[in-house]
């Protein structure tokens, strides 16, 4: 019943019932974010965009509706978003550092006054040297899934293996290439992550 007076109140515009919502929801709601987001002040600029769109689209509150549910749907979905977004930003950075490398690349072409491999090739060179240290069962699924582009219930059946034996070695596949890779490539963390996807 109190819920039901709360949901009326905010939903009439009553500053008092929001001032009421905010109080007893900010603190709990920081915490959750936090688990997700580790800036603090990124966090608190995110739950507090969740209680302005709440008060914006008040008039759309039902009396019976759980309001805190609906903060902290709004506030997960938020995260998720923030964080989708910094992973295209720092892919994009990797990307410019890519592109500086191969500028650097022809710099020193100029000096030395020969071929070497682009920082590309360098890179497609250390996942193919590292597909071929995977063990031959692991090797088979990942060439099969991720350079052949077999679906992973075709590649069960071909093998004669369950989808979740395949789901098994190309995870194990990608953990043993990123860590092989990763130590060539320190800087390209997000790069290798996006070709491993």
């Not at 709990?28 to 974010?33: A, F, H, I, P, T």
């Amino acid at each position: 019943m109190e819920n039901i007076q709360l949901n009326i109140r905010l939903k009439e515009g009553n500053p008092s019932a929001f001032e009421e919502l905010f109080k007893k929801t900010f603190p709990r709601m920081l915490g959750y974010c936090k688990l997700f987001i580790h800036d603090q002040a990124q966090a608190n600029d995110l739950v507090q965009e969740c209680f302005v769109k709440l008060w914006e689209k008040r008039n759309t509150i039902k009396s019976t509706q759980s309001i805190e549910s609906l903060l902290f749907v709004m506030l997960r979905n938020k995260c998720l978003n923030f964080l989708r977004d910094q992973k295209l930003r720092d892919f994009e950075k990797n990307i410019e550092l890519l592109k500086e490398n191969e500028l650097q690349h022809l710099y020193q072409l100029d000096f030395i006054g020969k071929e070497e491999k682009t920082l590309e090739e360098s890179l497609i060179e250390a996942i193919r040297e590292s597909v071929e240290k995977l063990p031959e069962k692991r090797k088979l699924v990942f060439i099969k899934a991720k350079i052949e582009g077999k679906k992973n219930k075709d590649v069960a059946d071909e093998l004669g293996i369950s989808l979740k034996a395949v789901e098994k070695h190309l995870h194990q596949a990608k953990e043993q290439i990123r860590t092989e890779v990763l130590e060539k490539f320190p800087l390209l963390s997000i790069l290798i992550a996006f070709i491993l996807r």
